[in-house]
């Protein structure tokens, strides 16, 4: 006994006081989890208010980097005053630092690479003489985005694609003749071939 406290009480006393240390410890660990919880829940709210604000942003800014890449281009050619060219190649540049800010990496094709519909849009097909070229990249028409952190495809590249074919190669009708198809006059695309594949702003 001590001081009028004999020893079980005292062992009482004290799986009390450890059940309540336990106990606060147990909420505070809960705590903890609901907190951080509701802080997940915020950043994941925020990011997808981000991305509803700046996805309209980025579409814009894609569109506005083709258009001036084209038109460089296009003002670029034999003949033409190569001023004008490079002054809209520099905005076009402007542009794609911006994409860059936001997070937009650029990525192309190279001509003779297969179709690949994670990555690709087909804007038309061109005949092809040789069926080894069937379904592959003929010219890049627009380069594509990736976004950095996901690795999520924002615009495949655009591009025209090769197609042999079958049927006139085995009647003997000579390819590499015709015009330039657009995808969208192509009746019955093949299954292989890209014509399916959406295109994206």
Not at 27 to 54: F, K, P, Y
Not at 57 to 80: C, K, N, P, T
Not at 118 to 135: E, F, G, I, K, T
């Amino acid at each position: 006994m001590v001081d009028g406290v004999d020893g079980f009480e005292v062992d009482g006393r004290l799986a009390a006081i450890e059940g309540a240390v336990a106990e606060f410890n147990r909420r505070s660990a809960h705590r903890e989890a609901v907190i951080d919880r509701l802080h997940e829940e915020n950043q994941r709210l925020r990011s997808g208010l981000h991305r509803s604000l700046i996805e309209p942003i980025v579409a814009d800014l894609i569109r506005l980097y083709d258009s001036l890449a084209q038109e460089a281009a296009r003002m670029s050619g034999d003949g033409a005053d190569p001023a004008p060219g490079r002054l809209l190649d520099s905005f076009a540049d402007d542009v794609l630092l911006t994409l860059e800010r936001a997070g937009l990496d650029e990525f192309t094709a190279r001509p003779g690479e297969p179709f690949d519909p994670a990555r690709h849009a087909a804007v038309a097909v061109v005949p092809a003489a040789d069926a080894a070229l069937d379904n592959t990249v003929a010219e890049v028409t627009a380069v594509g985005f990736v976004e950095r952190e996901t690795g999520r495809v924002r615009r495949p590249v655009r591009a025209r694609f090769h197609r042999f074919d079958h049927a006139e190669a085995e009647t003997g009708t000579e390819a590499g003749t015709g015009t330039e198809v657009e995808t969208g006059a192509v009746p019955g695309p093949r299954t292989a071939e890209p014509l399916g594949a959406p295109e994206t702003s």
